[in-house]
């Protein structure tokens, strides 16, 4: 009786895209819960947080300082996560208990933290971090303590670590498709690559100029600007002078909002497509900033847009509402955020128990295909296998998927020929 | 900026207190020996025995930001010279050490993946082929610990003589030391393939083969870090009771006076930069061995001034105050924001107000107006001008100085 | 790097370049201006100057909502609308913070900004938690997105020329009332010699009042401006404050002329590198050279001879 009030109010909360064969685990988790209690000891090996009924994890991300901006719905998309796998009834038979941690938007804040969360809490697994910069110092933590990190953001490769289980896309699956598609689609032949100043920016340009250069076309620009950089009227003004068919724009946080007001307010209507703008760093959570009237008319090349039109998606997004409020947007962030718990999830069960060196054994290979985006699936490298789609940002905050790629990218953070 | 009614109050003070009263002190009044005695105690006894190995680096780490708040003392307590750009110092000490170090994880066996093995990994994501010849001479160990102490020392030294010798002081230069921190911090993510970017050096793990990131490393490191930290107070005490403390007081006070006295104000300001940079620099080093990583975010302007609350919630005319305020903010930060994390700026905000308007010489304050009377035997001459902890009464951070000196003088005049 | 253009096309990129310099003018002039009558005039180093102007900034998306929803006829005008309230909301929150603690910090000029760096932190919580972590968007009316078309190849962003507008009716109205009424002689006489302002019946809190309110109002209009060139989030702020200062101490503290002049050679000097060079260094490079200059020339471009 309990099982199917459950199992009903999953479906009020919109979870449908649900396999059947997941909430069949689940009611065999619920039914089995003494077998598993007793067997605690044996799901849990190395002495981490597990007890019989709970098992803890961390969150950690910014909620204060220049990152929160990006972090919120990271953080959200993540607890959304928990609370409906623990509405199924857990992982393991056992609830989801998270102990969620500030980074501060401060690296050394990050690497406090997570250090705290693996030797003090002894959590089974973290999700967290946003920037490259708070991933890298958080590294070599987990791997020394041998933690798990689900890592959300789509950032510059160029590492695999077999402590982390990278979520988001790598560079190369973001860029070759999308620089593949305008030549392809547009005919662009020039290429104009505009940045923020540090590592993600600077090593994506530079996978983007070899591609560029390989398919024997040209880069007539690039550039790049401090971080919060909010003045952009001379590199607009090099843009005119040089005229080049694309604007690849990675320009984050603070600085987008300027750029894309700038480049509108300097009479470069995206609409018109001359030259046309195709970034990788504008999800839709940025363009709440950046005002939908300011950038309509750009293309943007990721792996998830929330307009994705399939029924695990709209099952998603709905739940996101329900708990977050309707006026709620998703970025690609966030959704590969809320692949974090599911991929673990996953694993744990596949492993059948939650040390960390078992969790990391069985992690190749998961598939997930309850993803909002569709299909995912771990590879070797510990990146996932996915799609990359081109949406064209619409005037609402929304974009449209104009584009998708046929196969699966292949994850390769150690590109051959591009470093 | 001229105020009759508070200069008369520094001339009464003055005639009352004048300075060549005062001889050559003992370095060490009894109180002193007290306070640093215990000190050490609660430092390198007490904190090691309650706390677990994680808590205690994070004590060390906490340390770290000591060694700028020690030099802070010295530089704006004493000295009214205040700086926002301690971080830069502390930065470029942090940088020496990790370059030593990362070039240490850097040999060609564990970069073999690379495409140039046997440079540090972000210079090869950069395309950088070779290393760079300001990072050359960082494969030595006394090169690095040298550079960590002469780099940030002759950066300061630099800024110092062009600041003091034309008479820039209090909030130009605070100003100034701001904007310099600011352009250093764009310049080390600006250039990437050299300094790491905003990631800065990550992954450090041996020095000279010794792992740095095992829990005995850890006790020991924390033991040098506290030696070291020891060094300083003494250094800075030494500073403090000789003529020169004296002096700094006194040109806190009333610069022009102390230069119409035929000495040469500026020299000794620079000296007390420089001193305050190389504390931090120290600090900077043991931070890097400590964490294991140095990033920009420390050379940048909210941390420098984070660490000036530091200094004030201490007491920016006690040195031992100075790590108690270290301790007690990092502490406070990092429980609140394990709980609150919302809260916390909210706190910390009203702990910058709360401090200058009702504690201006902080914990050291309090405990000079309100604890130590308990206990002390000596009679009350010496407490003729407490501060008092009322924001309308107190219109100075009257300087709350050791009762074994009375030089009571108000605090930057202009 | 121009052999490739004909003339006119150099001559029109030269052109909107200028045109870009003088934008960053205006953007430096707003920023710049209210803190000069803070810092300049009186002394006090506010830290929380930027977040005075993201305060302008908030209220002009709350008033662009209010407008969007209730008014969408008059959604035209609401940016002026805006202006005014933002003025007068940061002056209000400005007469209130010197109220609450910045008077009794006159003689402390560097404890105030340990003071109003400790006030911007609040502030940004505050913004953080009251209108959430992500920016907000400020919807323009149409008439103020777009560009004019001079000539064929040059073209004038309208809110670049409505933010040199706005600089130029704000560096006015500024001039009038310090020089031209009897507020500013008031407000000239206490900072040059209080006791004396005070002896002759000038009621010098009331003064410091209204001049830190005035201040803090005109960094609500920037900021209120700055919606249509930059973002709105609750430490955008920080991003400004290290510029301002520079640009007020490079002038020379208390001369709102130098503030100009300087606020137009940094600019200038930024926007021609930018051009030649990278983003970044253009940016180094400009900030080093003020550095070097207050090196050299310590009272800043137009020092004011007061007697100290």
Known sequence: MTMQLKLKNLHMTGIRGISRRWLGKAALAICSGWIFSAAAADVNTTGLAVTDKEVTVGILHSVTGTMAISETGSVQAEKLAIKQINAMGGVLGRQIKFIQEDGASDWPTFAEKSKKLLVN?????????????SRKAVLPIFEQYNGMLYYPTFYEGLEQSPNVIYTGQEAT????????????????????????????????????????????????????YPLGHTQFNSVINKIKLTKPDVIYAIVVGGSNVAFYKQLKAAGISLPKEKPLLLTISVTEDEILGIGGENIEGAYAAMKYFQSLDNPNNKAFVEAFKAEYGDNIVIGDVTQAAYLGPWLWKAAVEKAGSFDIDKVRAASPGIELTTAPEGYVKVHENHHLWSKTRIGLALKNGQYKVVHETEELMEPDPFPKGYQ | MSMPNQSSMENSALVENPLSQHGLKALFPKHDIIYLAILAVFLGILLPMTLDIFRLNLVGKYLTYA???????????????????????????????????????????????????????FMDWNQITELPWFWEPFYSLPFALIAILVVPTIFAYIIAVAMFKRRVGGVYFAIITQAIASILTILIIGQQGYTGGVNG????????????????????????????????????????????GRLLVAMRGREDRVRFSGY????????????GAAFSAIGGAMFTLQVGFMSPSFVGIVPSIEMVIFCAVGGRLSIFGAVYGTLLVNWAKTTFSESFPELWLFAMGALFIGVVMAFPNGLAGIYKSHIEPLFSRKPKMFEKKPSTPKPASAPEPVSAEPPSIPGSISAMGK | MFADYTSAELLSIFAMQGFAGLILFSVFVLMALGLAIIFGQMGVINMAHGEFMILGAYVTYLISNLFSTYLPSLFGIYFFVAMIISFFAAGALGALVEWSF?????????????????????????????????????????????????TETIEVPINGLFVMGLTIAIAIAVYLLMYKSRWGCQVRAVVQNRPMAAAVGINTAKIDRITFALGCGIAGVAGSAFTMIGSTGPTAGQLYIVDTFLVVVFGGAASLLGTIASAFTISQAQSTMEFFLSGSMAKVLTLLTVVIILMIRPQGLFAMKVRK
């Open chain 1, 173 to 224: 699956q973001q860029i070759l498709a999308g620089i593949d598609w305008v030549v392809k689609e547009k005919g662009a032949k020039t290429f104009y690559l505009l940045g923020s100043d540090y590592i993600w920016p600077r090593t994506s340009n530079k996978i983007a100029r070899k591609h560029i250069e390989k398919l024997g076309l040209k880069v007539v620009g690039e550039e790049y």
């Open chain 1, 121 to 133: 809490d002894k959590v089974a697994a973290v999700f967290g971090c946003w920037t490259s910069a």
């Open chain 2, 67 to 121: 060694f700028v708040a020690v030099g802070l003392v010295l530089c704006w307590g004493y000295g009214g010279i205040l700086s926002l750009g301690q971080g830069v110092f502390f930065g470029l000490g942090g940088y020496c050490m990790a370059m030593f170090l990362k070039l240490e994880a850097s040999d060609p066996e564990s970069t073999k993946i690379q495409s140039t093995p046997g440079i540090p990994d």
């Open chain 3, 102 to 150: 910045i008077r009794f910090l006159y003689q402390r000029p560097l404890d105030t900004l340990l003071a109003t760096w400790g006030l911007s932190l609040i502030l940004q919580q505050i913004y953080r938690s009251v209108f959430g972590a992500r920016e907000v968007g400020v919807t323009l009316p149409d008439w103020l997105m777009g560009s004019v078309p001079l």
């Open chain 2, 201 to 244: 050096i990550t992954d450090l793990r041996t020095l000279l083969g010794w792992d740095i990131r095992t829990d005995s490393a850890k006790y020991i490191l924390y033991y040098v870090n506290f030696i070291l930290l020891m060094l300083c107070l003494l250094a800075a005490q030494f500073v403090r009771k000789s003529k020169l």
């Open chain 2, 264 to 275: 040469d104000v500026s020299s000794f300001k620079i000296f007390v930069f420089c001193l």
